[in-house]
């Protein structure tokens, strides 16, 4: 069983920055590729970015491509994603999640676990 717990949402003018952290328990986690998808109110959820256990990532979404990225530091458990010239667009709630397996870096977003969310609102 792995609880996912996301931190770091928060209100933001557009062109700014956040960084979004998941800390996971388990002591598996190293084992674990983890991904971060978005949903915007209104809007079905999306794929944002996703990396697997040995620090490879995938292509990200075209929407946030050159502006966010993804890493994770195994020893603490956690994941980050940097959020970097943000625009009212990227205003969503932005969740954490964590399967075994590669599926998510091939396109497969059944993810087993999933965290709570965290909100993100980026300001015109």
């Known amino acids: 069983q792995v609880q996912l717990v996301e931190s770091g949402g928060g209100l933001v003018q557009a062109g700014g920055s956040l960084r979004l952290s998941c800390a996971a328990s388990?002591?598996?986690?190293?084992?674990?590729?983890m991904a971060w998808f978005r949903q915007a109110p209104g809007k079905e959820r999306e794929f944002v970015a996703a990396?697997?256990?040995?620090?490879?990532?995938?292509p990200y979404a075209d929407s946030v491509k050159g502006r966010f990225t993804v890493s994770r530091d195994n020893a603490k458990n956690t994941i980050y994603l940097q959020m970097n010239s943000l625009k009212p667009e990227d205003t969503a709630v932005y969740y954490c999640?964590?399967?075994?397996?590669?599926?998510?870096?091939?396109?497969?977003?059944?993810?087993?676990?999933w965290g709570k969310g965290t909100l993100v609102t980026v300001s015109s």
């Open positions: 990396i697997a256990w040995s620090g490879h990532t995938t």
């Open positions: 388990g002591r598996t986690f190293s084992t674990y590729s």
């Open positions: 999640a964590a399967d075994t397996g590669l599926g998510v870096l091939r396109g497969q977003y059944d993810m087993a676990y």
